[in-house]
Structure formats: C-alpha cells, structure tokens
C-alpha cells in the first residue's frame, strides 16, 4: 500500500495541501533547531486543528538532523554545526538545507516502500521541482499545480479555516533565525520587533569569529550585528511612532527556496 507524504513547512502552500489531502496522510516538518520561536507556535496549532478537521486521521512527523565529524563531534542542529564546524551557510554552501532538511527527510522516507510524496509547490511555480527528488521509493506529485491552484488560491481556502499564516516582518524570508537569504532591512526588522532573537543571532555571530584574520558577517553585505544595533538605536533616537511603524514598508518578500523555507 501506498503511503502519502505532504512536505510541510508551515507556511502557506503546504498548510493549504494538508488541509486539502492530508486525510490519511503524514505531514513532516525537518526541524533545524534555529527556527525562529513563532514557526514552532504555528506547528503547533496547525498540527492540533488538522487533526480535528481530518477527525485523527492525520499525522505530522517532526524530524531533525544530526552529524558528527570525524573527531566524533555531535551536531544535533544547525546551530550547533555552526558553532562547532565556525562556519556559516551561504547560497554556495547551503549545507544547512541539505543536513538538516533534505537528508533527515529522506532518511525517515528511506523506511517505506512505496510512497507518494506531494510537494507544495503553486500552479504559478509550474517547471520547478523543489528539493527532493532522489529517493527511488518515492513518486513525486504537485496536487496545487494538478489542480490549478496559485498562491491567491491558496489563501482564500487558508482564509476559510483561519489558518492563513501571518509571521512577522522578520520572517518574510523563512523559519530560520539566520538564514543568509535575510535582507538587512529584516534583521533591522528583527531589532525593533524581536530583539531577544536579534541578540542570539548578534552572540551566534561572535562566537563565529574564531580564528579568522577577517571579521565574519552574518549578513551577506559585510555589516555586523553590533553594527546594525547601533544603526538601529540611533534611528530609535531619531524615531516617533509612525517611524517605527513604518519599518514595515522597508522589508520586501524576497523569492522562495523550494518546498521547505517556503512562506
């Protein structure tokens, strides 16, 4: 028998195919263990009022990485590979979407033999795949694309449920709390809306440093964190209600990365 997985990550399109097909089906979810803290609070309600509605005959998976290196270091997450490896993920090293996404997926898929595995990708996304396309056991399917189905789409059904995704501004891009596809003007965002998160990531930063001879940026523009905080306290000097407010509009939704990230 045929076991139907969805590829969730929360956001939008995948909440939309666990409502639509999720009956009967598992849901799984790679946790990085840098999400940012409002994602784990959406899985949570989601995970609850999808079995409701699909009267417990539904499932979400969590699962999550773990590497170790050839001294025998552990990295149980992202964070932790980061700081004991002192490297970052970049758009050419995105070893942060292959460790501790694709491959603790697939090796929770490696157990069955024949799965149907259904990717949320738009019918606005049509020729692209996603991230997962290697297990032999698995056929893949694009129900939104199959049934004519874009973002709008999408929304409205979520709508009607009350399960419309709605992350703050410094989440535009993604879960993750450092992910390097975050413009500046979100951990601004991050700053002014979030700041005990924007002192982990600023600390995560630090300890980067290490041994280098150069300083390493978080930021692909080359700017620290400690930085941007002092940009951000001059502007706060400078700054009335409506200016904060106005933060809003500086931020911009950026691309999406597939399957996983995907807002």
Request: hydrophobic share 30%.
């Amino acid at each position: 028998m045929k076991k139907t997985i969805i590829s969730f990550s929360g956001g939008v399109e995948s909440t939309t195919m666990c409502l639509l097909y999720g009956k009967g089906a598992t849901a799984i979810f790679a946790d990085t263990g840098a999400e940012h803290k409002e994602l784990y609070e959406r899985l949570d309600h989601v995970e609850k009022y999808l079995k409701d509605y699909h009267k417990g005959d539904f499932e979400l998976i969590k699962v999550k990485g773990k590497t170790r290196s050839r001294e025998g270091v552990e990295s149980n997450s992202l964070t932790e590979y980061i700081i004991n490896y002192e490297f970052m993920p970049s758009p050419n090293r995105r070893f942060c979407t292959y460790l501790y996404k694709i491959r603790p997926i697939e090796k929770y898929l490696s157990k069955y033999d024949n799965i149907e595995m259904l990717i949320g990708l738009n019918y606005d996304e049509q020729g692209r795949t996603g991230n997962l396309q290697a297990l032999k056991n698995c056929e893949y399917r694009y129900p939104l694309i199959e049934h004519e189905l874009d973002r709008e789409d999408c929304i409205d059904i979520l709508n009607l449920h009350g399960l419309n995704p709605e992350f703050p501004i410094y989440m535009q891009r993604g879960g993750c709390k450092y992910c390097f596809f975050k413009k500046e003007s979100e951990f601004k965002a991050m700053y002014y809306f979030d700041n005990d998160t924007f002192n982990e990531v600023k600390d995560l930063e630090e300890q980067m440093q290490g041994k280098k001879k150069k300083y390493f940026s978080i930021m692909p523009s080359g700017k620290s964190f400690s930085d941007l905080e002092e940009e951000c306290k001059n502007e706060i000097n400078n700054w009335g209600e409506k200016q904060m407010k106005e933060i809003y509009n500086q931020v911009s939704k950026t691309t999406y990365c597939g399957g996983f990230c995907h807002r």
